[in-house]
Structures are given as C-alpha cells and as structure tokens.
C-alpha cells in the first residue's frame, strides 16, 4: 500500500515537473477526483473524466472517427468480413483512441506534434505524406533506410505547410475534432486565389475544384490489397513479407505508385483527388495450395480526401483536360496491366466499370469530354500558359 501512494506521489510530482505550466500548478486530485487518485483520468473508458473538468465537451472525440471508427469496420464487414468474421479483431484493432494521453502525453501534458500524430495516421493513410514520407513496398527486401515507429519509408517531397513548421494543429483543432468535423480552416481561410495566376482566373476551377485538386503533387496508392490468411504458419516461410499485427495473415499489394492521384467527385460535389480504400483481395493460403481460389476480388472501392502534399505549382492544363486514365476512363490503346489475363477481376484499375467512390462518385464520361473539348477559350489560356513558361526560361537563362 506504501509502495502504491508512494508511486502516486512520485507520478503526480513528474507529471507537474513536465507538464505545461497550465497543469503544473494544479493539485493532483484537480484531474484525479473521479475514481480515487489511482484512477486514469485520460481513460476514454471514463470519458476522460478528469481532463473535461476544464477541457469541456472534448469527451466527444471518442464518439467520432478516430474514436469509432465506424468506416473501417464497415469496410471490413462487408469485405473480409464475409471469408472470417474476426478479421477486424486479427489485424485492424491496434489504433487508436483509448485516451487522451494518446495524442498529448510526449512528455507531458502538451499539444500534439506532428510525430505523435503520425503514431497512427501513418502508411498508406493521411498523415506519413505531410512530412515526405511513402510506404515502401511489402516485401523485407525493400525494408531498409531510416525506422520510424518500426515502420521504413520512401523520402519524398513534404508539404510546403510542413516545411514551414506548421503542425497538425494549425487545421485540426480539438473543438473540430470533438465535434465530428475533419478540419477547422479550410485551404481559403488562410490563402485567397491570386487573379495573377491563369488557372485562378478560371471560374469553373474555382467553382468546382477543391484547390488540393490542383495542389497535391502527389499522392501513395496502392492498386490490390492482398491479405494471405496462413493457417498453417510454417507456410509464411516462402514469401519474405513484413509482418503485421495479426500472426494469421500477411498483406501485399498488387502495385504501388506516388504520382498526381486520380480524381473523383467528393461528397461536396467537388472535384478532388481520390484514391483506392482498397481493391481488396483474400487468399486462403491452404485452401489455395489444394487448388482452392485465391486473390478473390471482395472490393474495388475508392475515397474522396486531401493528400497532405500541397505544393504551390499545380499541374499542367493537359494533366487534367487530356488525361482520361486520370478520371478512370482509361481507353484500351493506353492499357499497360492485363488485369483480366491476370486473373484480378477488373479490366483495369483505372476504369471505373466495377468500381465505385465510397463518399462521393466518379466524373461521367460526359462530362469528362465536355471538360476536355478544345474550345477558343481553352486554346487561349493553353498558350498563355505556355508563354509564361517560356518566359520564365529566358529569364533564368539571361545572364
């Protein structure tokens, strides 16, 4: 029992030392009133009891995405799901929240940083992208360079919003979140379109576009998810891959690429970038060695979101308005995967034909040819866009 206060003590005495001088100078049962001075009151277990005392109505995060994470379940349910009903339980039951030190407690009691955010919002999800980073192919071969949380990564070309030190914070504040929203601020709050800039003198990109659309220079996808269900574990032995959360399985993918992300209609009508969650494959790996199926197709399902690469150059003019592989109108003259001969299911990752946008729908062909038909106007903005890329040339070239 000495030992236990004694632990109390010396708890409540660092927690003082490291946390802001908000917290520092307040006594311990301030936060620890509910549930005696052993209790957690961080817990989502008690609804953060002790920190909404002061911090109110932020218990509601535990109600919302990162809290329920409704989506994913769903997700699994009506994909993995359908092969073995404990799926979700094996491998997607790690995140998070289970309390508020989850995010604020690097030390102390403190505002997230981008590193404690990216404890979870990292790999093929928002978050790894802001700071530069990709995932790596699957196989152990590819594992190698700088560890972050145990997980090795691809150097790529971080967020302007990074480089300058801004931190997740600076759009995703606690009232929002708490409140079920994705952002507080929205690219305009903070930036107002320059009439200097062609594109921006375009109404209907300004209408229609979210401006990361245009912004994001790229984006990680990963075309086929593959999970191998091992019931047999000497079995795993033959194919190298980094290991996950569940001793059952392995994943892989198909293919994966880090250019400009296709692009889709969001829930806001808008267009903007989307991306596979996920084509998704199952293979019994012992049923398969039996001449069983495998790579069975359970979803071809796609997301609206904001790759977190924002840049302040965006694409050219062709990149969109010639570009129907990008809208996942791929005509077959410009087909490279034989998807079918492969046996995947799909004609084509990039044709929308058995796929879908799970929160929003793709663009329809015809307004894809409407977007793309060369009018006077176009041809006009199309050479001053060009002009200003010569001009821009001969001015670095003069001596």
């Known amino acids: 029992m000495h030992w236990m206060i004694l632990c109390i003590v010396v708890y409540c005495l660092t927690a003082s030392q490291n946390a802001s001088a908000a917290h520092g100078g ?12 052993a209790s957690d009151p961080a817990s989502r277990a008690g609804r953060a009891g002790g920190c909404v005392v002061c911090h109110q109505g932020h218990e509601r995060i535990f109600d919302h995405a990162m809290g329920k994470r409704a989506g994913e379940r769903q997700f699994v349910q009506r994909s993995y799901g359908r092969f073995d009903s404990d799926f979700w339980e094996k491998n997607c039951n790690s995140c998070h929240l289970q309390g508020c030190l989850d995010c604020h407690g690097d030390g102390g009691l403190t505002k997230p940083s981008v590193a404690a955010c990216q404890r979870c919002h990292n ?29 090795t990564f691809l150097k790529m070309l971080p967020d302007v919003h990074y480089t300058a030190g801004m931190t997740c914070g600076g759009c995703h504040s606690m009232t929002s979140l708490a409140e079920g929203k994705r952002a507080s601020k929205g690219c305009r709050d903070c ?28 984006a990680p996808q990963e075309y086929g998810t593959f999970f191998l269900r091992f019931r047999e574990q000497s079995l795993k032995d033959d194919f190298d891959l980094r290991p996950g959360p569940s001793a059952e399985y392995l994943r892989s993918a198909y293919l994966k690429k880090q250019d400009a992300p296709p692009l889709g209609i969001n829930a806001a009508g808008r267009v903007s970038p989307i991306r596979p969650m996920f084509i998704a494959y199952y293979t019994d790996i012992m049923r398969a060695r039996n001449n069983g199926p495998e790579n069975i197709l ?43 001969k492969d046996g995947m299911g799909l004609e084509s990752f990039w044709l929308q034909k058995g796929q879908r946008v799970s929160n929003g729908s793709f ?23 060009w002009k200003s890329f010569l001009n821009r040339v001969e001015n670095l070239s003069r001596p």
């Not at 307040?26 to 001075?37: I, N, P, S």
């Not at 320059?194 to 576009?209: K, P």
């Not at 904001?306 to 050219?316: D, E, L, N, S, Y």
């Not at 969109?320 to 077959?332: A, Q, S, W």
């Open 363 to 385: 663009m329809d062909a015809a307004r894809y040819l409407r977007m793309s038909s060369k009018s006077p106007a176009y041809t006009k903005a199309y050479i001053e866009k």
């Open 123 to 151: 790999g093929y999800y928002t978050g790894w992208d802001y700071s530069g980073r990709a995932p790596r192919e699957d196989n152990m071969r590819y594992q190698r360079g700088i560890a972050v949380n145990g997980g």
């Open 298 to 340: 359970l979803a071809a399902e796609w997301r609206a979101y904001f790759p977190h690469t924002v840049q302040r150059g965006g694409v050219t003019c062709e990149g969109c308005h010639d570009n129907p592989t990008r809208f996942l109108l791929e005509p077959e003259s410009r087909r490279i995967y034989r998807l079918e």
């Open 191 to 218: 930036h107002k379109p320059s009439a200097q800039v062609l594109e921006h003198r375009i109404a209907a990109h300004l209408q229609r576009l979210e401006c990361y659309a245009c912004h994001s220079a790229w």
């Open 26 to 37: 307040l006594a311990c049962d301030a936060c620890h009133r509910q549930g005696g001075t």
